[in-house]
């Protein structure tokens, strides 16, 4: 169900909330945390979707704010949305224009479910210091995607200069299944020492970098990035004494993978590119600040040549 | 092992598990429960990224398949009950590292060819030497299994990989016979290798239990005998015995579900906190508080049982339970069981334990219900209150997940009335639709070789001596109470609580 209520205030849409709430017999209570989304027009309803998927697992409201910032009066157009619309929460989709979009926080004060945690997340363009926006100053967790800005790299930097321990960014929670991979390879014999390894991918590929600098911190050996292969993070190979034990994907953008290691048979195995509806939802179920992203950013990232 | 992954992090939680390298052999591979949950359980895991690429799935079976046959089989379960989507390309991966072997429990050259296939699938999947068993199979066939297992040298494994071995419920069908279970299987493997499961109690279940209790300060305070009047614990199902009549009958349900289910719930509800959560300080728990548990004096007065006759559960007609096919016309077989037990501890000195299970109830529902007791003084008109029942904290199990508080709230209007509310969490609403079935968590666990959070052998053996007098006492007693499908048990029961002031909870 869509309500749009243009020309509204924040206390409008929290009676016409409370309203629908009582005449659809449902509780508000159950919501686990507030997602707000700051993103633009073109890309509200993906944002919507995904945002949706993932409250499945975490019922949350979701805040969706967009924007325009050209006209001048300060003039709100809200939208809301249940039921079969909004995925197990509800939608509240924000037009603020004018004056209004340099207060977007005390804008949505008012609808953050009493209580329970707020998450930001910016879909489009990412700011240059997230803890410094609006939003994500009220945030207990903010959620960046540099890889899908128009400059990754610079876009990334800024974000390691600014960083701050409640900013994740998307990039990192794709490594997720390669980590845990790279992980139990090692944990299997020979434990023979590592003494060199090199990250494949492709250039301006986020993840191959941040995967290089935290193999680089925990491993304490010489990381390389080979920049020949196309479609993002390619493969890992660790240089041992006794031959190299390597992971690689079978193609470009192939959901499949292979192991090698001497004496051993080739073993295949899945590797899905996870969705960012899939990358969300593990942000939301860990709220804690990560240590391990902080340190692979502080001193990971200096360990590797990154051109 | 003396390794340490220098990229295994413990403040780095993000990462989930991958099990190593191993295979799973599953004995009675062409039953429901293999291919209802345990195949699809597999394919899941494998497709959520959690089983490793070393990874060998080998059927045993009676039937005379070729391993294409056996993939045919696996392929058709988890196309219709796996969770996640089918993907051709994983299926092929998992199903590369399949195999069938054929024979009978009594075969030695079965086992033999087994015992080849498992070292066949070290070399080309590099399962190296990691096997885990699932005894899929009736408990009268464990001590054969384990026994070829043993002669064929299965059993055992080299330095540095592991054997482990998956046994289900039901654990024996008294003290003695689990006893004699017991010693057959530690005979072949070593206590910490052996999992006992029952998959009626799932992990997420215990540890939402030790959550409640022990993560907040507004439960711990009053869950003693100065505020509890007494606790309920219940699991009803709607359904008759379907087919199991030939396990069933002559075993009962007392047996089947009190025996395990119920008093591992009564053992979490009750035990004092555990120093850790690790599985021996939580063991360590459980076994002092059912070795606290008490029997009534006078069994005739504390514990009912009762027997489902012919009528119709909700919309859908029912047989009688001596009706249904495969059950013997003349059985004693008991449907219903409850029972009280009391706790000799400080905590619970004087509050009773009441446990009823049941098939062919009013509805699928398993929960704990911690019933308070009254304010001792109530500042308010007789009548204001009238409608005022117990406060109660109830823990839903299952369907719904979740915990419900039960108190008096004042009725809207000028009188002053107070009548009992409901306040709800849901589980189901918070956390679960993404949350992995329990057989998936179960053999993941297994295959991690995570010390597992079921009972023990001595756990067990507490059980059964609490169990075994009262069945021994209903033994002499004729038919049970006959109670009509659909209803909440035999009059029996509802006697046995009123002669304690008390009466059950409508779920």
């Known amino acids: 169900m869509i309500v749009d209520l243009p020309g509204t205030t924040t206390a409008q849409i929290s009676q016409r909330i409370d309203a629908m709430h009582e005449e659809r017999g449902e509780a508000a209570q159950g919501r686990v945390l507030t997602l707000l989304i700051a993103t633009t027009d073109n890309r509200l309803e993906e944002a919507l979707e995904i945002a949706n998927g993932a409250s499945r697992e975490h019922p949350c409201r979701v805040i969706a704010v967009v924007p325009h910032e050209d006209s001048d009066d300060g003039h709100l157009d809200a939208q809301l949305r249940f039921g079969a619309d909004a995925g197990a929460g509800e939608c509240i989709v924000l037009h603020p224009t004018g004056a209004l979009t340099q207060h977007l926080d005390t804008l949505v004060i008012p609808l953050l479910v009493p209580d329970v945690p707020v998450m930001a997340w910016w879909l489009g363009e990412v700011p240059e210091n997230p803890s410094l926006e609006p939003l994500g100053a009220i945030a207990r967790s903010r959620i960046t995607d540099a890889t899908h800005s128009a400059d990754p790299a610079a876009a990334f930097a800024a974000l390691r200069a600014n960083w701050n321990e409640r900013d994740t960014d998307l990039s990192w929670t794709r490594l997720t299944i390669w980590r845990a991979l790279l992980v139990s390879m090692l944990d299997q014999p020979p434990y023979t020492a590592i003494r060199e390894v090199t990250v494949q991918g492709s250039h301006g590929s986020l993840p191959v970098d941040l995967l290089a600098s935290w193999l680089a911190l925990k491993l304490q050996v010489p990381v390389t990035i080979d920049r020949d292969a196309e479609g993002g993070l390619m493969g890992v190979v660790f240089h041992r004494e006794d031959g190299d034990l390597s992971i690689r994907r079978t193609g470009p953008f192939d959901e499949q993978a292979v192991i090698e290691q001497p004496g051993q048979m080739d073993q295949h195995l899945s590797m899905p590119k996870r969705s960012l509806e899939e990358c969300l939802s593990e942000e939301m179920r860990r709220l804690e600040p990560d240590v391990v992203y902080g340190e692979v950013l502080a001193e990971g990232w200096n360990l590797v040549n990154h051109d | ?507």
């Open chain 2, 1 to 507: 092992m003396g390794h340490h992954n220098p990229l295994r992090d413990s403040r780095d939680l993000r990462l989930p598990r991958i099990a190593g390298p191993c295979s799973l052999v599953i004995f009675g591979v062409t039953g429901d429960l293999s291919r209802k949950k345990l195949l699809p359980a597999v394919y899941d895991l494998a497709s959520r990224g959690l089983l490793p690429a070393g990874f060998a799935l080998v059927g045993f079976g009676r039937r005379e398949w070729s391993d294409e046959d056996f993939v045919a089989y696996v392929e058709r379960s988890v196309r219709e009950r796996a969770r996640t989507p089918f993907d051709e390309d994983t299926f092929r991966h998992l199903a590369e590292g399949m195999r069938f072997v054929r024979g009978e429990f009594d075969d030695a050259a079965a086992f033999e060819q087994l015992s080849k296939t498992v070292s066949e699938l070290d070399r080309l999947r590099g399962t190296r030497g990691n096997h885990a068993f699932y005894m899929s199979v009736p408990p009268s066939a464990f001590p054969i299994v384990s026994r070829q297992l043993a002669d064929s040298g299965l059993a055992k494994s080299d330095k540095g990989a592991w054997r482990r071995v998956i046994i289900e419920k039901p654990f024996g069908h008294d003290l003695q016979s689990a006893r004699e279970l017991n010693r057959v299987v530690a005979e072949v493997f070593d206590p910490d290798s052996v999992f006992r499961i029952d998959h009626y109690l799932g992990k997420e279940t215990v540890q939402n239990l030790l959550a409640l209790r022990f993560a907040n300060t507004m439960f711990e305070p009053i869950w003693n005998s100065n505020y509890v009047d007494h606790v309920q614990i219940t699991m009803a199902e709607d359904i008759g015995i379907g087919s199991r009549a030939g396990y069933f009958d002559g075993i009962g349900i007392a047996r089947d579900v009190i025996q395990n289910h119920l008093l591992q719930l009564l053992a979490l509800t009750a035990m004092e906190e555990p120093v850790s959560f690790s599985a021996d300080d939580l063991r360590a728990e459980k076994i002092k508080v059912l070795s606290a548990v008490r029997l009534p004096e006078d069994l005739s007065l504390h514990t009912a049982r009762g027997q489902y006759s012919a009528g119709w559960q909700g919309s859908e007609q029912a047989v009688g339970y001596l009706q249904e096919q495969g059950v013997n016309p003349d059985s004693t077989t008991e449907t219903y069981a409850a029972v009280r037990l009391d706790i000799d501890t400080r905590r619970w000195a004087g509050v009773p334990f009441y446990l009823r299970t049941g098939k062919r109830l009013g509805k699928r529902v398993t929960e704990i219900a911690v019933v308070f007791k009254r304010a001792p003084h109530l500042p308010f008109e007789q009548t204001s209150t009238s409608e005022l029942g117990e406060n109660a904290i109830v823990i839903r199990v299952q369907p719904d997940e979740g915990v419900t508080l039960r108190f008096g709230s004042k009725v809207p209007g000028t009188a002053m009335e107070v009548r009992d509310v409901n306040m709800d969490f849901s589980y189901g609403n918070s956390f679960t639709e993404a949350s992995p079935e329990a057989y998936e968590r179960l053999i993941l666990d297994v295959l991690l070789g995570e010390p597992p959070l079921f009972p023990t052998t001595k756990e067990v053996e507490l059980s059964w001596q609490i169990l075994d007098p009262i069945e021994q006492y209903w033994a002499t007693l004729g038919q049970p109470q006959a109670y009509r499908a659909g209803t909440w048990g035999p009059k029996e029961a509802d006697e046995m609580l009123a002669r304690d002031g008390r009466c059950w909870r409508m779920p």
